[in-house]
């Protein structure tokens, strides 16, 4: 097998035990949704791991057939379940996860099949590949956390039985594409396994078909400077989730191959993202597609997840510190903002600016694909189910990613408690992480190998800390950002602090409609985004479309409004030229709860109501405006703002105007 073009990789599954507040996080992602997904036991369902057999391929696009029935968004939850239960093993959840792979094994076609269509009617939807893959995925885990060959044997036979439908004359060989590009990925880990020559030969085929690498980095027709295509922005009016997917997929097929030139479409890709369609809190924007740019523009929840898996396996394969800086901002700000804090309820897609989380909150645009945006509303089940079974996949995959391996030695590539099974030169040790961190500036490193170990250690200095101060054991070293900073030399008992030196930054939005609004202003520091925080009414509601829940009383359904006068019509002064001459950051006084559920840590800032500023909409139907017309009728007095966390918000103000704008 040829080698893998990689910088690092994950550790062995298990090594890496989150501690803390990442712990509770995690116990809390097992403990919600999911597990009220599984416990429910669909009785047509749990018997055959959640697939129905189909006897026709042309299933319709409703909520029963698309989340239950054909198996798509319950892959995603397979993939999610099986990382849970590896990291907490004594967890509920677990015990499920055991029961499903029991069965899964059990009813696993004897040329092993795995899905959810009878034998005629294979490899013939839309959806199929990429459920089948998520699945593989999560089998895959299950495998290298327990050790189970019997699931290791079902996987190999099952990916051998996708594979194989490639070259079937019967194939839809569509189906590889758009979502089912996802095969890419499980073919690497199986060429690693296996290396089975025909993993690699088929994914470099289904990208060179349905790969958008020549969207990303145009090639030039033979004899001529003339790019073959010209796109100015690849991205515009796409699947925002299909997105997020296939920027970072021609840089795996640099990873199975060393072709510089998927690695450089990748990169573009990513630069097009980043440019004009992220958010300040790392997330794709445009409500379901990728549109344009604005505050009450939504977010899919699906964006969040796919954009930061992508990003951190851009980031294991380039060593570049700005992939895992974009996971980090991601998961730190926009994943949490979407979701209750105990994980059972998710707004399928959320804004920056957002006052009202209902079913007709978010505004249209003239795309008239665009009804997606109607899902703001927070639900156990939302149609589809996708971003609900997608959600809990985020947490397991960013802590396998924190601390990785290198041909030199180790690399800590993002931060959170935890403590680590390492191996450096064939010496076992251990690695212990102690922070608070995205809420706190340090983070504490013990290393401990049982002899002198001579090795290296990188740590990540994100580009949003001016610099970062490192100690090891008394010697002091400043270090840039954007880059990771090597430790080398022989460790045994070494103690290692890093201190990020972060300041308050402004990003400013710009005026609009011919100077009518004022400017606006978000306000960051460290990895978050801060927002004005409105205290919030929850309305109970029927299901605006019907879910796949056999009982009811699992089915939760809020329309979210901010209260009257709670006070979110602010301007504040900005000074972008020296921001922490009118902001503070501060501390605030502790409050018992889940991760993200209350702010620890805020900014405050001197500002003025806005009066001639309210909601938009009707009483009965109310959405957020669009930021104040000028002139702003300002109150006659200044007051104190304390702006919170975005990722503790579930309605909140982040592009704020300015007083002097």
């Known amino acids: 097998m040829d080698k893998l073009y990689r910088d690092s990789s994950t550790l062995p599954v298990g ?27 669909h009785k047509n369902i749990w018997p055959k791991f959640f697939w129905n057999r189909n ?6 696009f409703d909520e029963n057939n698309q989340t239950i029935t054909l198996c798509d968004y319950t892959a995603y939850l397979v993939d999610s379940m099986m990382r849970h239960a590896v990291m907490l093993p004594d967890c509920r959840l677990r015990r499920e996860a055991e029961e499903w792979v029991r069965l899964c094994l059990e009813y696993q076609d004897e040329d092993g099949y795995i899905g959810a269509f009878t034998k005629p009617h294979r490899y013939k939807h839309w959806l199929e590949v990429f459920s089948q893959c998520l699945t593989f995925e999560g089998l895959l885990y299950w495998y290298e956390g327990t050790g189970d060959k019997a699931v290791l044997d079902a996987v190999k036979r099952g990916f051998d039985n996708l594979t194989d439908a490639w070259n079937a004359p019967e194939t839809c060989q569509g189906i590889y594409g758009g979502h089912g590009a996802v095969y890419l990925r499980i073919a690497i880990k199986m060429y690693e396994l296996f290396g089975d020559e025909r993993y690699k030969k088929t994914a470099e085929e289904i990208m060179e078909r349905y790969g958008w690498q020549e969207r990303f980095l145009p090639k030039k027709k033979r004899g001529s400077g003339a790019p073959l295509v010209t796109v100015s922005d690849p991205l515009y009016q796409q699947h925002l989730v299909v997105s997020a997917e296939h920027v970072g997929f021609p840089m795996l097929i640099y990873e ?34 990728l549109l344009n740019q604005g505050p009450r523009l939504g977010s899919e929840h699906c964006g969040s997840v ?3 898996i992508n990003c951190l396996l851009m980031g294991q394969i380039t060593g570049e510190v700005k992939y895992f800086d974009a996971a980090e901002k991601v998961l730190f700000n926009a ?33 008239p694909t665009d009804w997606w945006a109607s899902r703001a509303h927070f639900h156990t089940a939302h149609e589809p189910l996708c971003c609900n079974s997608n959600s809990s996949r985020a947490i397991p995959w960013y802590i396998d990613n924190m601390i990785q391996k290198t041909a030199k030695g180790l690399r800590i590539a993002t931060y959170g408690p935890c403590r680590t099974e390492i191996g450096c030169g064939g010496v076992k040790g251990t690695l212990v992480e102690e922070t608070e961190y995205p809420t706190e500036d340090t983070v504490r490193i013990r290393i401990s190998f049982p002899e002198k170990v001579n090795t290296q250690i990188e740590l990540r200095v994100p580009a949003w800390s001016d610099k970062a101060v490192i100690t090891r054991n008394g010697r002091r070293y400043e270090a840039e950002a954007g880059k990771f900073f090597v430790l080398k030399g022989t460790f045994r008992d070494d103690e290692i602090t890093i201190e990020f030196d972060n300041h308050i930054r402004l990003v400013e939005w710009g005026r609009a ?16 985004v801060y927002a004005l925080h409105p205290r919030e009414t929850w309305i109970r509601i029927p ?53 993200f559920e209350y702010a620890t840590v805020g900014i405050r800032v001197k500002g003025r109501t806005v009066k001639n500023w309210k909601l938009s909409g009707s009483k ?30 579930r309605l909140r103000m982040a592009y704020i105007p300015l007083v002097n704008g």
């Open 55 to 60: 006897n026709t391929h042309e299933v319709e």
């Open 620 to 649: 009965d139907e109310p959405t957020t405006p669009p930021l104040p017309r000028l002139p702003m009728e300002l109150s006659e007095t200044d007051e104190e703002i304390t702006l919170v966390p975005f990722g503790c918000t």
């Open 543 to 595: 299901s605006p479309a019907s879910a796949p829940v056999q009982d009811k009383k699992y089915m939760e359904v809020y329309r979210v409004v901010a209260k009257n006068g709670s006070g979110w019509n602010k301007a504040i002064y900005a000074d972008f030229e020296n921001p922490e001459s009118c902001m503070e950051f501060v501390r605030l006084p502790h409050r018992k709860g889940k991760p």
């Open 513 to 528: 409609e011919f100077n009518l609004r004022p400017k606006a202003a978000v306000v960051t520091r460290g990895p978050l």
């Open 306 to 308: 796919d954009w930061m």
């Open 335 to 367: 994943y949490p903002a979407a979701k209750r804090p105990d994980q059972r309820l998710l707004a399928y897609t959320h804004c920056m600016n957002e006052l009202v989380a209902s079913e007709t909150s978010v505004p249209h645009t003239y795309n």
């Open 256 to 289: 199975l191959t060393g072709d510089r030139y998927m690695r450089r479409a990748s990169e573009a890709g990513y630069e097009d993202m980043v440019k004009n369609h992220l958010t300040e809190t790392g997330t794709p924007l445009g409500n379901e597609w």
């Open 15 to 41: 090594s890496i035990q989150a501690k803390g507040w990442l712990r509770d996080w995690l116990q809390v992602s097992a403990d919600g949704w999911m597990l009220d997904f599984a416990t429910q036991k």
